[in-house]
């Protein structure tokens, strides 16, 4: 079974978020979910429903939650997402700071050597954001940005939503068929 660290922080674009707790949850995968404070406000006004998704994570924790086993090294996961990560979140992973559990969850998955992938939610982007995508990407975290394809012919917003999930676990190593794959043309 594979595990994996998930992080949701405030930016705008919480159907991505519930939509790959739901696929993780439904291949049978260990989740270690942490919300930030900001992500509660956000999912309150974006998906009124997230009570319900994140119910069905048995490992839940909050950013002040510094004992976390995600904060330590020794805990073992196959990969660590940020969905969507905030300016602020990607800063504080591009730069090394570690003041609340994702942000050093993130570190130990970067210093471990482990997949971390970060989905930036942000337009348009300054200097700094772009910068910052950067130096993670130096240190060596997947940015993905939530840009869908349209190849699949998608028929509605959550054909969209479900194919950002797909790339996001695919960049984790977790197969997946949640999403039409691109077969070539």
Not at 4 to 22: F, R
Not at 165 to 171: L, P
Request: proline share 5%.
């Amino acid at each position: 079974m594979q595990k994996i660290v998930m992080a949701i922080t405030g930016a705008s674009g919480m159907p991505y978020s519930l939509t790959l707790v739901q696929e993780l949850m439904r291949l049978d995968v260990e989740l270690h979910l942490v919300v930030s404070n900001a992500a509660y406000k956000v999912l309150h006004l974006e998906s009124p429903e997230y009570e319900e998704v994140l119910g069905l994570v048995e490992h839940t924790y909050r950013q002040e939650d510094l004992g976390a086993p995600m904060a330590s090294g020794s805990f073992q996961h196959d990969g660590m997402v940020i969905c969507p990560c905030s300016m602020a979140s990607l800063a504080a992973v591009a730069r090394g700071l570690g003041s609340n559990l994702i942000h050093r969850a993130a570190d130990v998955a970067l210093k471990e050597s482990r997949r971390l992938v970060l989905v930036p939610r942000e337009t348009p982007l300054n200097r700094v954001h772009l910068q910052n995508m950067l130096a993670a990407r130096d240190a060596g975290a997947i940015i993905m940005p939530p840009c869908p394809g349209f190849y699949n012919k998608p028929r509605d917003m959550q054909d969209l939503i479900r194919h950002i999930a797909a790339r996001i676990m695919d960049s984790l190593g977790i197969e997946n068929s949640i999403s039409r794959r691109w077969e070539g043309g």
